[in-house]
């Protein structure tokens, strides 16, 4: 009998057991610095330098623009501050709705006077308005475009291609945050025109503390980490050798199996939108939930009730695990950005429901249960 359900893989996904597999002969047989000269030192080097080179290889880029990180919050500081500071950009366009990661790191800039920052228009379903996009372009000086490829709350889905040829067109950095999209749709970082790119090895079942930035190699920018010669002198500091074996593997495994993952995840998502209008009265949904949309994601609008809020808390305790918004604010008291963002009601509840390939239709069914207990329901 299910007693739990892990509906918050937008926040983190259980590592594949694959992937620990890989990991452990790493952490307890290879423990030489990789800065060593001596065997020791030059094994673990091997290892980095033979993921840097798969991890390349799978996103059609060249091995020298691939970065390795802590996770996606460092890449995408990476990226901005390389972009302001080494290649002199005064003028940023982002949205409302990015990441704070992005958000935060952007406001912190403006406020010091470094840039100015202009945030372009959202469609009613929470898209970024293109034309207002390239008015923006038009009307500025050189720019910087910071936009996510697919929004961690509502799951809304850039297009990807046509904005990197936009930004081309009028000479701008494009930088985008994929951290909820690296592992679940191929990237051919040679076809796409996007400068930078960002990925979190646990948003795809890898482990916590890794991830990467891919540069693209005709940008120059400043080390973000002084201390060493680490990452071709970027980032100093030893290396996560573990951790970089495990995105590595993590990704080969998404990749390899991504069209068969997305059907059954999609699947799923489909059936709870179906059941979910059948059931519940008044129930809505945020963002393109059914057009241009991560499969991983639904964000459900549900009707105001006097158990409004503590919905979460009551699903925690029938043992469903879902959010709010992102797992970074969840401490917080504040509502949601994105949903202020894109202007929704804020007196009905909204829940992030977020799935993975480990995910099944029985979890799902008990999830619901849990929901119309708390929900007025069709007859």
Same mark, same amino acid.
């Given at each position: ?97 990015? +990441? ?26 929470? +898209?970024v308005d293109l034309e207002d996009l390239e008015r923006l372009l038009q009307e500025n000086e ?41 592992? +679940? ?12 790119v960002t990925a979190a090895a646990h948003k795809f079942h890898g ?78 949904? +945020? ?93």
């Amino acid at each position: 009998m299910i007693k739990q359900v892990y509906l918050d893989n937008a926040a983190t996904t259980p590592m594949a057991s694959e992937v620990l597999e890989v990991m452990l002969p790493v952490l307890r047989d290879q423990f030489g610095n990789p800065s060593s000269t001596h065997s020791f030192g030059r094994k673990t080097r091997a290892l980095i330098e033979v993921s840097r080179r798969n991890i390349a290889r799978m996103l059609n880029s060249a091995p020298s623009e691939i970065f390795f990180t802590s996770g996606g919050t460092e890449a995408d500081n990476m990226a901005i501050k390389g972009a302001i500071e080494s290649l002199g950009i005064m003028h940023v366009i982002t949205s409302s709705i990015e +990441h704070h990661a992005v958000g935060h790191t952007l406001e912190s800039y403006e406020k010091n006077e470094k840039i100015k920052l202009s945030y372009v228009k959202l469609m009613p379903d929470g +898209h970024v308005d293109l034309e207002d996009l390239e008015r923006l372009l038009q009307e500025n000086e050189r720019s910087f475009v910071s936009l996510m490829h697919a929004n961690n709350e509502i799951g809304n889905l850039l297009k990807l291609k046509e904005v990197g040829e936009l930004c081309e067109e009028y000479d701008a950095i494009f930088h985008s945050d994929t951290v909820q999209t690296m592992g +679940h749709y191929p990237m051919d970082l040679e076809d796409l025109k996007v400068h930078f790119v960002t990925a979190a090895a646990h948003k795809f079942h890898g482990p916590k503390g890794v991830g990467f930035l891919y540069i693209d190699s005709k940008l120059k920018i400043d080390p973000f980490i002084y201390g060493g010669s680490q990452e071709r002198n970027m980032r100093g500091g030893t290396e996560n050798v573990y951790g970089i074996v495990g995105i590595t593997k993590a990704l080969e495994i998404a990749l390899t199996h991504a069209e068969e993952h997305r059907e059954h995840i999609q699947g799923l998502k489909t059936y709870m939108i179906e059941q979910l209008r059948t059931n519940v009265l008044d129930v809505s949904f +945020h963002g393109d939930f059914e057009g241009r949309s991560l499969y991983t994601v639904l964000n459900v609008c549900f009707p105001e009730s006097d158990k409004s809020e503590m919905l979460l808390f009551n699903l925690d305790i029938a043992g469903v695990g879902c959010s709010g918004g992102s797992a970074c604010t969840s401490g917080s008291n504040k509502g949601s950005h994105v949903l202020e963002g894109i202007g929704a009601n804020s007196l009905r509840p909204a829940v992030r429901f977020s799935f993975s390939r480990y995910t099944t239709k029985e979890e799902i069914d008990y999830a619901l249960e849990q929901v119309y207990k708390l929900f007025p329901i069709h007859a």
